[in-house]
């Protein structure tokens, strides 16, 4: 058992306060109650967070790196316990093993019409993960923080609507979309984020156009 690093009550007390901006604050009513598991952990590699690639098969954000999580269904007690039930559901990982440390202010999607709570966790015990739920998820990955805060790996993706968004390139996935912004948020915030070239500007792979247009694109 490790006890929660200074980095991460940082970056857990700024996430905390972190401003939504317009186009993400969720309606006065209306949406599905969701949750993902942002589980940050001590690797091989130094500090880390784990991530999942969806199935290529599934209905919903096909092929695409993301956060473990769902919808908070009606028997979970809120959005903690959805995130942690889903990343079992998902990686295999044993909730036992988690320490929760905060929720992030709800994140409003309006394309999948989801209200997401993005909940903030130490892995103070970590399990072995794999991919858990096959119909779901392709591969499970504990990309390093190093990983990610490197100027090499950053970019700004064109989306075909004309939108551009952070994203990142990490242990051959292009992390992009709902996941990529709260990552950038959440290492900006927390005080990890290295300078990089935000003028560095790439469209989106047209195969990665091709699952998106499948579903939804968080």
Request: glycine share 10%; proline share 10%.
């Amino acid at each position: 058992m490790t006890q929660v690093p200074d980095w991460l009550d940082r970056l857990a007390a700024q996430a905390q306060r972190t401003r939504v901006p317009v186009y993400l604050r969720p309606p006065a009513r209306g949406g599905r109650a969701a949750a993902v598991l942002m589980l940050f952990g001590e690797g091989p590699l130094g500090p880390d967070v784990l991530l999942i690639q969806r199935s290529t098969r599934g209905r919903r954000h096909a092929g695409q790196p993301a956060f473990p999580g769902g919808g908070v269904d009606p028997e979970d007690a809120g959005p903690i316990e959805a995130a942690l039930r889903e990343a079992e559901e998902e990686t295999g990982v044993d909730p036992g093993g988690v320490h929760v440390l905060c929720t992030m202010p709800e994140l409003y999607l309006t394309y999948s019409d989801n209200r997401v709570t993005p909940v903030i966790g130490w892995w103070r015990e970590p399990s072995a993960v794999h991919a858990a739920s096959p119909d779901e998820v392709d591969s499970v990955e504990r990309v390093p923080i190093a990983e990610l805060v490197d100027p090499a790996n950053r970019v700004m993706l064109r989306h075909p609507r004309g939108t551009a968004g952070p994203a990142f390139r990490v242990r051959g996935m292009l992390v992009w979309g709902f996941t990529a912004m709260v990552l950038d948020s959440v290492l900006r915030e927390g005080g990890l984020e290295r300078p990089w070239d935000t003028t560095r500007e790439e469209d989106l792979p047209p195969d990665v156009v091709s699952m998106a247009a499948r579903g939804t694109t968080a």
